[in-house]
């Protein structure tokens, strides 16, 4: 696109007339010039340019002198953070080929540069990471992050967060039966697994606040209408607390905003009977004091599994509906104090079993299942949230988040793993989880800091019943009638904080701390015949430091070092015929990072790295305790030892104005060093569902014609899943390679889309099935290569 120069001189006050709701702002924009130094909070959302600059110039009191053809084809990147007028002013126009100067009265001049032919490139855009709590960048963070945008998760083939795990370094998917996920090499649900439901290592939260133990594997959160999501590679326990031992990730949808009705629709349909729709509208209910957005999208496809004993064809199916509510309020008319309520209702019919069996020969990607019980698992999961802003003061800002969430699922499903009707059983999950976080923070030259309280209250019951016989794996069968029922209820509280000291120019040093203290109640119930109906109360308390040393070699490269303490809350656990309580204590990990920040070539290309090794100590390992029977007289105790070391590396480069690349590796090597369960001596092998290597490369392009292409290559070495079975749970190494091809005009688009390009058979998460009388092993096995067309209207 050419761009000429207007003689005429826009003033953006002049089309502060179009915008009464923004001269209502406290700023007077004819005082004069405003001061070119200080620092603003920003919260402004991509929108048209015009748009996001008339909020700028009421935030700050800048003048913007517009020359430019037509301001209307322009859209703003989203500004998020503290930052000067200038800083924010060249976010908000990046990748726009427009140059930004600033006149000796202070205010700007935005104008279409006029090269001789296009300008070759823009900078890669900043990101301030929500999940710092601190208003730091991408580039300032010494976390390892994972970041997918807005643009990102709109033109790649992202629909929902487990496609962003498939995309991150480190970072493998896996089932929800036990674990959904794997961030450097450890799953969720612990080495071993877990004998509880209310510990995790790692959480997923939206809009600031975390779901449930279960909530987190079994649902998997829209990414439509997200502003962003980020995976934090590494312990978060200091500033997160509980459950973020390997990570945590952060969903982050769009708040609703003042600039009118704005919406869009997307509907999507392909192979396999898959249909996608999806609606956002936004509402301005009262003036720059009270909007509302609103979200509805149902997801569904048949996969490629069919039953052939009961003649079931989608039992690799996807039925997923949600709904969110967004308002914001904001009761003095701008953005110093701002109320954000959430609520999202997620109703889910997929299958979370969708398992197929190993033939003699070992294929288990022949595509059926021979089950006489489907699998049934009907779950609805709500949220809600409440987040308070209140800008103090040009240093301090108070934070308020509460938290709620809600969590039930009814299991129906195949116990004996064949075509007889031996046996069926029915499981339950329910779980409620409130939660309240108060923060301060303070923001001065050489010195910031932030202080925050924390207080939850969960409650987790889980059980199963089942009555009939089930193959013992010798051609016999044995006889099962069990029920078991767990409840635990946990209460915690929290003091943090973080302290960031800049004593002199270019060095860093960050002290943060999480004093932790927790208590639990925990009700077990057994009957298979012998009745076991035992509680017990325990109370633990954790001190979680953590340090970051950085230094800015120059103005586009900074190095640092850091230390972080993570932990997984203990708990009780029961012997049902032992009649015994044993409660264990939290395990730990010291991990010790190396980082770099690297932005080159005028910000165009985006270089980060992270070294780390990290120790686990006083890992919760499962035994059977003496003349206890395998399997009912279990118990967790503290008893293991291991490491992990690797590296993650993130590039994006924005090569031209039209084409963006992007690529990130993962490194892992993983190894018990002390650890024998339920007899097994583990020492010297790797952890299960911990793949060496992962790699993402990709790239977009759209041009001023309205073409636009997105392709992303992603690939996973091989692992195991079991670490009971590690042969006959072998899962193979992938390439998965998707994409989306289109045309677009202002205000819509229509596109191909692919998932699985290659086709590539690859297994998921594998059981050993000799147990069960199977030849070999069984499990869930990847969805096969699907192709459709989309559309999607903006207004």
């Given at each position: 696109m050419e761009y000429r120069k207007k003689n005429n001189r826009i003033n953006l006050l002049c089309s502060l007339a179009f915008a009464p709701a923004l001269i209502t702002a406290p700023v007077a924009l004819g005082q004069g010039a405003a001061d070119s130094s200080a620092t603003y909070r920003f919260e402004i959302q991509a929108k048209p340019l015009i748009k996001a600059l008339q909020d700028f110039t009421v935030l700050t009191g800048h003048q913007v002198v517009l020359q430019v053809d037509d301001i209307s084809q322009y859209k703003s990147k989203t500004v998020s953070g503290n930052f000067t007028p200038q800083q924010a002013l060249v976010q908000l126009a990046a990748s726009n080929d427009l140059h930004i100067a600033q006149t000796a009265s202070g205010d700007f001049i935005l104008e279409a540069d006029v090269p001789s032919s296009k300008p070759e490139s823009s900078k890669v855009e900043q990101i301030v990471v929500v999940g710092s709590k601190t208003g730091e960048t991408r580039q300032e963070i010494a976390s390892s992050v994972g970041y997918f945008g807005e643009d990102q998760i709109k033109d790649q083939v992202i629909y929902n967060v487990e496609d962003a795990f498939d995309r991150t370094a480190n970072v493998s998917i896996g089932s929800s039966i036990s674990g959904a996920y794997s961030i450097r090499g450890v799953n969720t649900d612990g080495i071993a697994g877990s004998l509880n439901r209310s510990n995790a290592l790692a959480s997923i939260l939206i809009n600031q606040v975390a779901m449930g133990v279960s909530a987190g594997n079994y649902v998997k959160p829209s990414l439509f209408d997200a502003t962003s999501v980020e995976v934090l590679r590494g312990p978060?326990?200091?500033?997160?607390?509980?459950?973020?031992?390997?990570?945590?990730?952060?969903?982050?949808?769009?708040?609703?905003?003042?600039?009118?009705?704005?919406?869009?629709?997307?509907?999507?349909?392909?192979?396999?009977?898959?249909?996608?729709?999806?609606?956002?509208?936004?509402?301005?209910?009262?003036?720059?004091?009270?909007?509302?957005?609103?979200?509805?999208?149902?997801?569904?496809?048949?996969?490629?599994?069919?039953?052939?004993?009961?003649?079931?064809?989608?039992?690799?199916?996807?039925?997923?509906?949600?709904?969110?509510?967004?308002?914001?309020?904001?009761?003095?008319?701008?953005?110093?104090?701002?109320?954000?309520?959430?609520?999202?209702?997620?109703?889910?019919?997929?299958?979370?079993?969708?398992?197929?069996?190993?033939?003699?020969?070992?294929?288990?990607?022949?595509?059926?299942?021979?089950?006489?019980?489907?699998?049934?698992?009907?779950?609805?999961?709500?949220?809600?949230?409440?987040?308070?802003?209140?800008?103090?003061?040009?240093?301090?800002?108070?934070?308020?988040?509460?938290?709620?969430?809600?969590?039930?699922?009814?299991?129906?499903?195949?116990?004996?793993?064949?075509?007889?009707?031996?046996?069926?059983?029915?499981?339950?999950?329910?779980?409620?989880?409130?939660?309240?976080?108060?923060?301060?923070?303070?923001?001065?030259?050489?010195?910031?800091?932030?202080?925050?309280?924390?207080?939850?209250?969960?409650?987790?019951?889980?059980?199963?019943?089942?009555?009939?016989?089930?193959?013992?794996?010798?051609?016999?069968v044995v006889p099962f009638n069990n029920t078991v029922e767990s409840t635990e209820i946990i209460e915690q509280q929290a003091l943090f904080g973080q302290i960031n000291w800049q004593p002199i120019e270019d060095w860093e040093f960050k002290f943060g701390a999480r004093f932790n203290k927790e208590e639990r109640t925990t009700k077990d119930f057994k009957d298979n015949g012998f009745v076991s109906d035992q509680s017990a109360s325990e109370s633990f308390s954790q001190f979680i430091p953590s340090?970051?040393?950085?230094?800015?070699?120059?103005?586009?490269?900074?190095?640092?070092?850091?230390?972080?303490?993570?932990?997984?809350?203990?708990?009780?656990?029961?012997?049902?015929?032992?009649?015994?309580?044993?409660?264990?204590?939290?395990?730990?990990?010291?991990?010790?990072?190396?980082?770099?920040?690297?932005?080159?070539?005028?910000?165009k290309l985006l270089l980060n790295a992270n070294l780390f090794y990290f120790d686990w100590s006083d890992q919760q390992v499962t035994i059977t305790l003496p003349g206890g029977l395998p399997g009912f007289d279990d118990a967790v105790v503290n008893a293991g030892k291991s490491k992990v070391s690797g590296a993650e590396f993130e590039i994006e480069y924005q090569a031209t104005a039209d084409l963006n690349l992007f690529a990130n590796f993962g490194f892992i090597d993983t190894e018990f060093k002390e650890f024998v369960t339920k007899g097994v001596d583990l020492a010297g092998m790797s952890f299960s569902q911990a793949p060496e290597f992962t790699a993402n490369l990709g790239g977009l392009y759209q041009n001023d014609n309205g073409f636009f292409a997105s392709m992303t290559y992603s690939y996973t070495d091989k692992t195991y899943s079991r670490i009971d079975a590690p042969e006959i749970t072998k899962i193979r190494d992938r390439s998965l390679l998707s994409g989306r091809i289109g045309y677009q005009q202002d205000d819509w688009r229509a596109y191909v889309w692919g998932n699985n390009l290659l086709d590539d058979d690859y297994e998921i998460f594998i059981q050993d099935g000799r147990d069960f009388g199977l030849p070999g092993a069984y499990g869930s096995i990847s969805e096969p290569r699907t192709i459709g067309v989309g559309f999607q209207l903006d207004w």
């Open positions: 978060q326990s200091s500033l997160q607390g509980p459950n973020a031992l390997i990570g945590s990730v952060y969903i982050n949808y769009n708040r609703p905003d003042f600039y009118g009705y704005e919406g869009a629709l997307r509907a999507e349909a392909g192979q396999f009977d898959t249909m996608r729709l999806a609606l956002m509208q936004n509402f301005v209910l009262s003036e720059n004091t009270l909007a509302a957005r609103v979200v509805v999208e149902t997801r569904q496809s048949d996969g490629d599994v069919i039953n052939t004993t009961t003649g079931r064809e989608d039992v690799q199916n996807e039925d997923e509906e949600t709904v969110r509510l967004a308002l914001r309020w904001q009761p003095l008319g701008d953005e110093d104090l701002v109320f954000d309520f959430t609520y999202m209702h997620n109703k889910s019919d997929t299958n979370a079993t969708p398992f197929v069996s190993a033939l003699p020969d070992g294929d288990i990607f022949h595509g059926e299942q021979t089950y006489n019980i489907e699998g049934d698992f009907p779950s609805d999961f709500d949220l809600f949230s409440l987040e308070a802003s209140w800008q103090i003061s040009d240093k301090f800002r108070f934070t308020s988040v509460t938290g709620f969430n809600d969590f039930g699922v009814e299991q129906r499903f195949e116990g004996d793993h064949t075509a007889f009707d031996l046996l069926g059983v029915d499981g339950f999950m329910n779980e409620e989880l409130f939660s309240q976080e108060f923060r301060l923070n303070y923001e001065g030259e050489q010195f910031s800091a932030l202080v925050g309280l924390f207080y939850s209250d969960g409650d987790y019951n889980n059980g199963f019943t089942g009555a009939g016989v089930f193959p013992d794996g010798k051609g016999g340090l970051t040393i950085t230094y800015d070699v120059s103005d586009i490269t900074r190095v640092g070092a850091s230390y972080s303490r993570g932990f997984q809350a203990g708990g009780i656990s029961f012997a049902m015929f032992l009649g015994e309580a044993t409660p264990y204590d939290e395990e730990y990990i010291d991990n010790y990072e190396l980082f770099m920040r690297n932005q080159l070539f005028d910000g």
